[in-house]
RNA sequence: GCGAGAAUGGCGGAACUGGCAGACGCACCAGACUUAGGAUCUGGCGGGGCAACCUGUGGGGGUUCAAAUCCCCCUUCUCGCACCA
């Protein structure tokens, strides 16, 4: 069989074989077999400790980083497309002559791994540790160029007694606090969820509705930084508009006066809180939250009250009850009746606000129900009668206007009365100005057993004992059941409860609530710095950092470059930046943000195919548009985010199985611009593919080309057209591929520049050596551009090309902007803004003599011969429009 | 309602500060090679027209020699926030 013919030979002039047609036989050595090269590669890298980063003060520092996933069993392909952005950017800086830092770890504390251990009966570390250790070999797989020395798992007590440390520091500054509030409560989850967890009302894990539970919580005094958070937000120039707009929506800065309203035959008066000082004098009627301090006392009604307690929170239906007192309005000395509604937020402003219906539409529907009077204070500028009153709104009217009925100020414009009535009442001491935020400290306790012990002791006499320093970690106890029953599992265990009191020494209790996951990820960043080797040779460590400008958390940070979702656009990246900034207050570190710049990758959708009976089809039970169970014909459903439910998962590891994993990440670097969503299509990964088989294929035929000849030739004489033509391709693309990566890591652009080139290199012949050199160098200069996309074929190629050292220890190439300039260029040639005809002149031909060629051009003579010509207008090096009269 | 973004062939997407609309890829069509082709290669590919040419970037106006790009108005979609006083 072995001697049966099986190609044809092309003999070039060169006498370079082409196969023009190849048996399997033939080609065995010469296929491109991602199977065997990337284990290969990827063992390499790993023995040459190629992607261990050490501050190295010579270079450049660049920190590139992506949000590290919870172990939750296996990558899907959101990991994939966040990893494999991360990766080209960390191997282009590296080839650029940065020192990189590009560090991965573990999110791995959370529910997912307890409520394992509630199905199955395995230990949440073991189900944990166990994804771990799958998903690592996962991203081994994808050839991604992180420093693993520098590893961090959350739930490892090397790193959950930082967290612990860091909550000592808190509480020290006062910055953690302990009270009993209303909180949001996941009934489902059984834990407490904070404000920013909460999303429609419903949980943002588990999807139930959220009830509101009084209950004591530790808090992180978040608001003390809401200010700082707020202006820090400008400096943020290399994020995305959307996610800083979402974060200074979320901080929710206002401006207002808070007004004392005298309480009716008392001594006591009513502070509330208002933006709209200018609306003042339309006051009808105030109304206090139900958990206001003055409810109880005032409301005679205690049924009705406890209804309108019940109803707090729950926004659809406004429902107030009359308390039978009244208020004084401090500037007109009306009395207007004070009420309790489910509407009014006691977390918000004073708990108790103004109402003016003519103002505000919610007031005005609730003025409405309740059969409240509407006074009109302010009018549009245009009328500045007093139109006849109340019978004829039918809505609030909530623009700015002039005022009327407002004694000395009506006249006045609402912008400007702001202004004058807020200065009144601080000068007669009715109120004061102030500024509210929306934000609110973040509630930090969870009653679950898979997180950080927060580090405190109750003791009798002492009450609150910060766990001593030298006593962390606090750890997390074995001797623990999970029976999914209500409550935290620490609750049971006895050897965990009880522990002396580090003050006196008396018998106490430790607290048994764990901190928000949250806290986790909020300094992990920082975390990766400050790691030095594996566990046994010491870890993380903070301590050494305070008060230290040569720790080496001061060189990496802050992060140059964020990737990942936009989900964590508030939660992550908000508690992130307030602890960057304790952590500064700390003397921890020197930065006030944390991250420089951030990428918010899109979403890996993919099409959906719906039966009317059977709902969500895999593809493979869909034959001939119809389901492959019921015969129905099925729809084709929108594309959507990849999921389970709507069974339009891939999973990366098949892909790597069948192309490889420089396909997989090529593909989805492609596919789409990174902050774009990305349309999974099972073609286009054959595109990829083919692609990559064609750069093997031309690459390795011509491995033993030499660049030589060209070096003492620098420019492009002596060389036959195509090769010039070649050459300069080459440059130019260098110069496209760099533009695009630097820019806006547009690298769909970038690869599709390199496409371009190497077909072109494909279909060139060389004739001379010199040509063949030209050839061998845009060979070589496409292998180094691919290589941070697709590292295991490049550093293939590279190594079947001769070359003993890494791709990934070259330099990025470099154009030369006089070999990338194009000799001829085509020049457009308009007649009144339409194509007429395109003639190649010599480039840096001048205006005069662009007008002239184009005016002589044949086709245009023709056109414009009976025509008066208006007017030309040249763009060098482009283009000719000739404007012509009829 | 407020804020951000988007709309370009059959599809994903290109087009720098206004200057050839549709790069690159997918799909499709034709051809070559082949026992075969779901491999590979070559060519075609917005729509209309034999052609010259006309027309075309969600819709309508405008500015300009020239508009996907700038201005005004409108439509649709996506995302985030939303009784915050």
């Keep these: 069989n072995s001697t049966k013919p099986c190609c044809t030979l092309v003999h070039s002039p060169l006498n370079t074989i082409q196969y023009n047609y190849v048996t399997e036989a033939a080609i065995v050595d010469e296929r491109y077999t991602p199977q065997d090269i990337e284990p290969k590669w990827q063992a390499y890298w790993s023995e040459q400790c190629l992607h261990q980063s050490t501050a190295d003060h010579s270079k450049k520092k660049f920190y590139c980083l992506e949000m590290f996933p919870y172990p939750s069993g296996k990558i899907h392909m959101g990991h994939v497309r966040n990893y494999a952005i991360g990766d080209v950017i960390a191997r282009y800086k590296r080839m650029k002559g940065f020192s990189v830092l590009h560090p991965m ?8 791994a ?55 520091k808190l509480l020290e500054m006062g910055l ?18 904070a404000n920013e967890q909460v999303i429609d009302e419903k949980c943002w894990r588990c999807d139930s509705s959220v009830v509101q539970k009084e209950l004591e919580q530790w808090f992180f005094r978040i608001t003390r930084y809401a200010e700082e958070l707020l202006q820090g937000c400008d400096s943020l120039t290399g994020w995305p508009e959307r996610v800083v707009a979402m974060q200074k929506n979320w901080i929710g800065r206002s401006e207002g006066v808070e007004v004392e309203f005298p309480l009716e035959g008392t001594e006591v008066s009513i502070r509330i809180y208002t933006t709209r000082p200018d609306t003042i004098f339309g006051v009808t009627f105030i109304c206090l939250a139900p958990g206001h301090p003055l409810t109880e006392s005032l409301t005679e009604d205690k ?18 009850l009359f308390t039978g007192r009244y208020a004084v309005n401090p500037l007109t000395g009306e009395r207007v009746p004070i009420y309790v509604a489910n509407f009014v937020l006691m977390e918000y402003g004073t708990g108790a606000i103004m109402s003016v219906p003519a103002h505000d539409q919610r007031d005005f529907e609730f003025a409405q129900n309740y059969g409240l009077p509407v006074k009109v204070v302010i009018v549009e500028e245009q009328k500045s009668e007093v139109r006849s009153q109340k019978s004829e709104l039918t809505e609030a009217f909530e623009d700015e206007g002039v005022l009327v009925n407002s004694e000395q100020f009506s006249g006045v414009r609402s912008g400007e009365a702001k202004a004058q009535i807020a200065a009144y009442i601080e000068e007669k001491g009715l109120g004061t100005r102030t500024v509210n935020y929306r934000i609110r400290d973040w509630g930090i306790s969870r009653q679950r057993y898979w997180g950080t012990p927060i580090p405190v002791i109750y003791c009798e006499s002492c009450g609150i004992v910060p766990v001593p320093e030298k006593d962390l970690p606090v750890i997390l106890p074995e001797d623990v059941t999970f029976s999914g029953k209500g409550g935290s599992p620490l609750k049971e265990s006895e050897s965990f409860i009880h522990v002396s009191c580090p003050s006196c020494g008396g018998a106490a209790r430790r607290e048994t609530d764990t901190m928000d996951t949250f806290v986790d990820s909020s300094w992990y960043f920082a975390a990766y710095c400050l790691k030095k080797g594996q566990k046994s040779e010491g870890g993380i460590d903070l301590l050494s950092a305070v008060n230290n400008p040569q720790a080496e958390i001061n060189h990496w940070m802050p992060v140059d470059q964020y990737i990942g979702g936009i989900e964590h656009a508030v939660l992550h990246l908000l508690y992130s930046r307030f602890f960057t900034k304790v952590m500064r207050d700390i003397g921890l570190l020197k930065t006030d943000e944390p991250f420089a710049n951030l990428l918010t990758q899109g979403m890996v959708c993919k099409e959906t195919w719906k039966c009317p009976e059977h709902d969500w089809l895999f593809p493979e039970e869909v034959e001939d548009g119809r389901c492959s169970k019921c015969g129905a014909e099925v729809v084709k459903g929108r594309v959507e985010k990849m999921s389970k439910s709507k069974k339009n998962v891939i999973d990366p590891d098949s892909l790597i199985r069948r192309y490889g994993a420089d396909t997989m990440r090529l593909f989805s670097l492609f596919a789409a611009p990174p902050e774009r969503d990305l349309e999974w299509s099972d073609k286009g990964v054959e595109g990829a593919f083919r692609f990559l088989n064609k750069v093997w294929t031309l690459a390795y035929r011509n491995r033993s080309r030499k660049t030589e000849d060209r070096a003492q030739n620098p420019d492009a004489s002596g060389l036959t057209p195509q090769a010039a033509q070649l050459l300069r391709k080459t440059h130019q693309t260098i110069r496209k591929v760099t533009e695009d990566v630097e820019k806006d890591y547009h690298f769909n652009t970038a690869i599709a520049g390199l496409m371009e080139l190497v077909n072109e290199t494909s279909s060139f012949n060389p004739e001379t050596e010199e040509d063949a050199s030209v050839m061998a160098i845009a060979i070589r200069s496409t292998i180094l551009m691919l290589a941070p996309f697709s590292p295991h074929i490049t550093e293939e190629l590279w190594s079947a090309m001769g070359e003993k050292e890494s791709i990934f220890r070259q330099s990025w190439p470099e154009w030369d902007e006089a070999l990338a300039k194009d000799e001829e260029v085509e020049l457009v040639v308009q007649v009144n803004g339409k194509l007429r005809a395109k003639i190649l002149v010599p480039a840096g031909l001048s205006e005069e003599d662009a007008k002239k060629a184009a005016l002589g051009d044949e086709r245009i003579r023709e056109i414009t011969a009976d025509k008066e010509i208006k007017k030309v207008v040249v763009v060098k090096g482009k283009l000719v429009n000739i404007v012509v009269g009829a």
């Design 303 to 320: 049924k009705g009250l406890e209804a309108i307690t019940a109803k707090y929170g729950k926004m659809e239906e406004k429902e107030g």
């Design 176 to 193: 953690a606090y302990k009270k009993t509030s209303f909180v949001n409560w996941c009934p489902s989850c059984a834990t407490v969820l």
């Design 105 to 112: 770890g573990w999110d791995s504390f959370g529910l997912p």
């Design 114 to 168: 307890e409520n394992a251990a509630i199905k199955h009966g395995v230990h949440p570390a073991a189900w944990t540790y166990e994804n771990i250790e799958f998903m690592k070999k996962q991203l081994s797989g994808m050839g991604l160029s992180y420093d693993w020395d520098r590893e961090v798992a959350t739930c490892s007590p090397e790193y959950y007694k930082w967290n612990q440390w860091l909550f000592l």
